[in-house]
């Protein structure tokens, strides 16, 4: 049976459109969490209860992960160099559906929808011929949305207010993995590399399969983990698998940082502890020339590849037999 989708409430329309960047969240295979960054540039149909944002065949691993496992989730998290006047922290959970062939008419509103938030798309022979994979070989990942849950301000604290299916029961601990718990990189290289990072959010797995998001500040680390201070009620206790992400970006995501981290999460009545079991960074240069002529080469070079080593054919045979494509 379909889930019903939601239409977003009033509170969450002006985050939903107006943020810059958000955090997306998705499955694992063990039943962790992967929570990383895009700008959806207010993509979304309020009425038919949708959001979206897009991504490329540059990064397979996300998109077969989606389409094997369609829980999806955005944190409209921060409200840095968009157009949101609200303090207002909002997490939309739903199922997502993946459009890997998008029309030419709805390429060409992500461009018209995206010159707002990212700036005018550079344009001229050169620039049409370095930038056409980028443009044309967009994917569309689409989110049905089941529940959107809006707190009073980003710190997600106070009452929050639930739209959509209700909030389920804390989910259980998960079985420990056979080599450990225990941090597998170095905690004060990773203390370090997030130190310039700002905004930062965990998502673990909730106990409807739907990823779960919540802002978090690291309090300390040592070498059993980070420590975390995050909303109380949040975190179910136990232990689990979980995804960390750390990241800035400046007006138009011209400069970005970014670091993701899956690991091990510990709740206990002592606090939360996080034991990262990997580590991943990306860094944009901060000069708009330079960044798109960057953004213009990956998007070459991953269409090439995901073509070569049979990535693109791989990612059509799942969007085909999906149930929920």
Not at 155 to 167: K, L
Request: proline share 9%; net charge positive.
């Amino acid at each position: 049976m379909t889930p019903a989708r939601v239409r977003w409430p009033d509170a969450a329309d002006p985050a939903i459109r107006g943020d810059l960047t958000v955090a997306v969240a998705y499955i694992t295979p063990a039943g962790g969490a992967v929570v990383t960054s895009v700008s959806p540039v207010g993509l979304g149909d309020r009425e038919a209860g949708r959001v979206s944002f897009t991504t490329s065949l540059g990064f397979p691993k996300k998109l077969e992960r989606i389409l094997r496992n369609p829980h999806v989730s955005l944190a409209y998290h921060t409200r840095e160099h968009g157009f949101a006047a609200t303090n207002s922290y909002v997490l939309a959970q739903g199922t997502a559906s993946v459009d890997l062939q998008p029309s030419p008419q709805r390429l060409a509103e992500l461009r018209q929808a995206s010159e707002p938030f990212l700036g005018e798309t550079k344009r001229g022979p050169i620039w049409d011929w370095l930038l056409r994979e980028y443009h044309q070989e967009r994917v569309f990942v689409d989110v049905d949305i089941q529940r959107v849950a809006v707190w009073p301000d980003l710190t997600a604290r106070g009452t929050v207010t639930v739209t959509g299916a209700d909030w389920p029961e804390m989910a259980t601990g998960q079985k420990p993995p056979k080599n450990g718990t225990g941090p597998r990189v170095d905690v004060s290289a990773v203390a370090r590399r997030i130190g310039g990072l700002p905004h930062r959010v965990l998502a673990y797995q909730g106990a409807d399969g739907l990823p779960v998001i919540v802002p978090v500040a690291v309090s300390g680390h040592d070498d059993t983990g980070l420590h975390l201070d995050v909303p109380p009620g949040l975190l179910p206790p136990g232990g689990r698998r979980a995804g960390f992400l750390a990241h800035a970006f400046q007006p138009q995501c011209i400069g970005l940082g970014m670091r993701t981290l899956t690991g091990w999460l510990t709740v206990t009545d002592e606090g939360a502890l996080y034991a990262p079991h990997t580590s991943k960074g990306l860094a944009a240069p901060p000069y708009k020339t330079l960044l798109t002529v960057s953004n213009g080469l990956l998007a070459k070079h991953g269409l090439w590849r995901a073509r070569r080593d049979g990535t693109a054919e791989c990612l059509q045979q799942l969007a085909a037999r999906d149930p929920v494509n």
